[in-house]
């Protein structure tokens, strides 16, 4: 009797400790508080009915009734008005407002445009309706046989034609220094700055 009682003690001990040792899940605040989440989104930038870029994130949680967007694993292609590719932004995070037809994107910002120029950052800011990126962070820019530095820049997206605020150094072709005029608060919408998606969005409330 006291070897099947003893028996019994050591098998509740074991699985105690085996309980204790169990991996816990890790919950994502942004989910939790999220209206939707949309796992491979894809939004179509627009501008006059011309397509400015097309924007895909691994995942994007929604809030303010679906017009703001929380983005991670960001990629953004932008296109010329003829259709061709421009340039392409990575990032690791982002937010994209529908409302106000403006995507931030956030953390390890690459910009690479088709003829070979790199641009870093940690936070830019892309406008549909301007067809505009632009950072007032510290950024480099570099290009074959160049480098660039600075704080702050307006741009085009391809970066052909660049505008830094200051702390400009190095050389580079197509580029003018001195301050430029801030993005308003508020913007309206162009024509087509719904969000469209090949997923199906799932509710979690």
Not at 90 to 100: A, D, E, F, K
Not at 130 to 142: C, V
Not at 158 to 183: C, D, E, H, Q, Y
Request: with cysteine; net charge positive.
């Amino acid at each position: 009797m006291r070897a099947l009682v003893l028996f019994l003690g050591i098998l509740l001990t074991a699985a105690c400790n085996e309980k204790k040792t169990l991996p816990t899940a890790r919950g994502s605040a942004l989910a939790d508080s999220a209206d939707q989440v949309m796992f491979g989104a894809r939004f179509r930038l627009t501008s006059e009915g011309i397509a400015r870029a097309r924007l895909n994130a691994d995942t994007a949680f929604f809030f303010d009734e679906n017009t703001r967007a929380e983005l991670a694993k960001v990629q953004t292609t932008f296109f010329t008005p003829a259709g061709e590719r421009d340039a392409v932004l990575t990032s690791r995070r982002g937010t994209y407002n529908t409302r106000l037809a403006i995507m931030v994107a956030r953390d390890n910002v690459v910009v690479v445009s088709e003829d070979g120029r790199r641009l870093e950052t940690p936070e830019l800011m892309y406008s549909q309706a301007r067809n505009e990126i632009s950072s007032d962070s510290a950024f480099i820019l570099t290009e074959p046989d160049r480098r660039i530095e600075g704080i702050g820049f307006r741009s085009d997206p391809n970066m052909n034609n660049i505008r830094i605020l200051k702390g400009f150094s190095g050389v580079a072709r197509n580029i003018s220094t001195g301050p430029a005029a801030a993005l308003p608060p508020t913007a309206s919408p162009p024509a087509g700055a719904v969000p469209t998606s090949t997923s199906t969005p799932r509710r979690l409330r």
